[in-house]
């Protein structure tokens, strides 16, 4: 009975007609109050795993996810269904937050998206206490373990939150855990400490079978970038290490005639969304991007992800890589890689750890920066401006940074990285003059009208605002909102505070004697030798030639998987004369499985409509037909 109302749920606000993978069982089992975990593959589906049973139950279904842009990104899509859901992140003010929560509480959301931060706040847990909660639901739920590439100090707060209301159960989905992430995520989320983890586990296979690996040696790799988005058609993703080579790496394919544009977490928010929509739009070709793009970016058609530096473990790269194809269709996921990459793999070991003598430096020079006397400064907050504090004590970006997040593991202060301060409005001309206001454009009037409807107290204090609310509200483009606002700012009509990212540290102890800090092993030599250990299985990866691409990443997952992919660089490089490692060989292959996406049988003569030289159509159709991939009778061709 229960299989069936999940089932019109999903036919009702998202237009399916089943399920697909591992959905149902997750859903049955969360939905029958069960600790449950589910391991889903990029692009397996997972937001419908809490979604459906979220509006099946009664009560508030809280779902922790460290990602506010995806946050804001979801509870639109969900507001768009019909579907009432709301999100608690940093910007917001105390009074926006206390009707959220309220409104939860009276039963009025049925979906609320949370920051792991936000768990901890004294107001949020007061709240809690009088929610009716239907489940909660843990994203990205390897960032709640020690052993995970991307653990997160705030994810223990969840543990807490489960004794506020012990009886309700909790879901845990990841798209990237080894066998022991796997096993301390249940160890951290079970409901008491004195009984084993009782979780259902469900797992998918996590083989893309349409996703061809391929790690290439590339001594020049902006020569090999551009020979490759030549060689192969569509929508592409090049993810890049740094700000710096996103904007070089874009330049160069532009000066070569490919569209391209790029995306860091540096960028003003405005900018992030216009570029993000100019590329999902296919009005650029390529995104070029560091890690900080792609969490919740629904865009299935992705033909091509390149890598061209090195990530620091195979759980980013395969997440990364993972974003390409998300159709089905054939797609690429390609590593650039030389001698260089191993050596600078090599030296994030040292720049990620540095010495403990050095962390216990930078503890004692923040002291000096803010001026925090021995003993004092406990619960203070500050805006941390690295570059100030490197030019005054003489350090570097990179080994500040790790320094201050080991600091933050150790429990001496709270590191919170370009934390989000939303935009904040103020008009500075009186009602009564706005009303008299002449030769505004008609968005400058569409902005106003926005602003007064929607927010109270502009004309005496500022406040904050959401501009992509705004930009929903006036159907403008937000990098239109934002053009219009620093226009309206510069008339003097209003002043405009714009979005900004600020680095913050709170001292969560008095300050102590640099001597007397303590960096025991759990937080310095275990987390060093397992960050060590998946650098050294990414070089692993990069440079064996001799097994099989995914059954590599298959195994480094717990997956053992007896056959080869048949499409990497390493099975390809294995057939006889190697012909089919040639990038305009694999482009045959491509164009000739295209033709059978109608789901018929061929003539060979459709072959001749293919714009490609005869001798690689021949190659490619001989090896298709060898490998078993088509079949051929009376004339006709047969996709198997």
């Not at 989905?173 to 995520?185: C, R």
């Not at 990459?341 to 503890?363: G, H, S």
């Not at 940074?401 to 935009?423: F, H, S, V």
Request: proline residues 4%; charged residues 25%.
């Amino acid at each position: 009975m229960k299989s069936e109302k999940y089932r019109e749920i999903l036919r009702q606000y998202w237009g399916y007609d089943d399920f697909r993978g591992i959905q149902r069982e997750i859903i049955e089992s969360i939905g029958s109050g069960h600790d449950t975990l589910g391991l889903m593959p990029t692009g397996g589906g997972k937001s419908i795993t809490f979604q459906v049973p979220a509006l099946a139950q009664e009560g508030t279904c809280i779902v922790i996810t460290p990602l506010i842009a995806l946050m804001k990104d979801q509870v639109d899509h969900l507001l768009r269904r019909g579907i009432r859901a709301a999100a608690i992140y940093s910007g917001l003010t105390r009074e926006e937050i206390v009707i959220t929560l309220e409104n939860c509480i009276f039963g009025d959301i049925k979906i609320l998206y949370v920051s792991p931060e936000r768990l901890s706040s004294e107001l949020f847990q007061t709240k809690l206490r009088h929610m009716r909660v239907s489940f909660i639901t843990v994203d990205e739920a390897h960032c709640i373990s020690q052993w995970g590439y991307d653990f997160r100090p705030s994810y223990l707060e969840i543990a807490k939150i489960r004794k506020i209301v012990p009886h309700t159960p909790v879901l845990a989905l990841t798209a990237t855990a080894t066998p022991a992430v796997v096993q301390d995520i249940q160890d951290k989320l079970k409901a008491s400490q004195a009984r084993e983890a009782n979780f259902q586990v469900f797992k998918m296979s996590f083989e893309r079978k349409n996703l061809a690996y391929v790690v290439r040696q590339a001594a020049d790799k902006r020569e090999q970038l551009i020979h490759i988005l030549r060689s192969l058609q569509g929508s592409a993703i090049i993810y890049a290490r740094s700000r710096r080579r996103t904007k070089e790496f874009a330049d160069l394919l532009n000066e070569a005639g490919i569209p391209a544009t790029f995306y860091h977490a540096g960028l003003d928010g405005a900018v992030k969304d216009e570029r993000q929509q100019t590329w999902q739009q296919d009005k650029v070709r390529v995104m070029v991007a560091t890690n900080a793009f792609g969490m919740g970016i629904d865009k299935p058609d992705v033909r091509l992800v390149i890598h061209i530096d090195c990530p620091d473990s195979i759980e980013a790269y395969f997440q990364e890589a993972g974003r390409a194809g998300r159709d089905g269709r054939k797609s690429y996921a390609v590593l650039l890689y030389n001698n260089s990459d191993q050596r600078k793999l090599e030296k994030r070991i040292a720049d990620t750890f540095p010495e403990k003598d050095y962390i216990r430096q930078v503890y004692e020079h923040l002291a000096y920066f803010y001026q925090i006397g021995v003993g004092s400064g406990y619960n203070h907050t500050f805006e941390f401006n690295i570059d100030k504090f490197c030019h005054a004590f003489h350090h570097f970006p990179i080994q500040v940074d790790a320094a201050l997040k080991i600091l933050n593991r150790a429990g001496y202060i709270e590191y919170t990285e370009e934390q989000d301060n939303q935009a904040r409005v103020m008009f500075i001309l009186s009602r009564n003059d706005l009303y008299r206001l002449e030769n505004t454009s008609p968005n400058e009037e569409k902005i106003i009208t926005a602003l007064l409807r929607n927010y109270g107290g502009l004309f005496t204090d500022y406040n904050y605002i959401d501009e992509g609310f705004i930009a929903s509200q006036t159907a403008l483009q937000p990098h239109q909102v934002y053009m219009t606002l620093k226009s309206l700012s510069e008339r003097h009509i209003l002043h405009f505070i714009p979005q900004k990212k600020t680095p913050y540290i709170r001292y969560t102890q008095r300050r102590e004697d640099m001597e007397h800090i303590q960096l025991p092993p759990a937080i310095y030599e275990e987390r060093k030798e397992q960050f060590r250990q998946r650098i050294h299985a990414m070089i692993a990866y990069a440079t064996n030639d001799q097994v099989c691409r995914s059954r590599q990443l298959l195994l480094y997952f717990g997956e053992e998987n007896d056959h080869d992919c048949r499409q990497c660089d390493v099975c390809l490089s294995h057939r006889p004369g190697g012909m089919v490692s040639e990038p305009r060989f694999n482009t045959a292959i491509e164009k000739i499985l295209t033709l059978f996406d109608d789901g018929h049988p061929h003539p060979m003569t459709d072959l001749r409509d293919i714009q490609l030289p005869t001798d690689e159509l021949d190659a490619a159709l001989e090896y298709l037909l060898k490998e078993e991939n088509l079949r051929q009778e009376d004339g006709l061709l047969y996709k198997l």
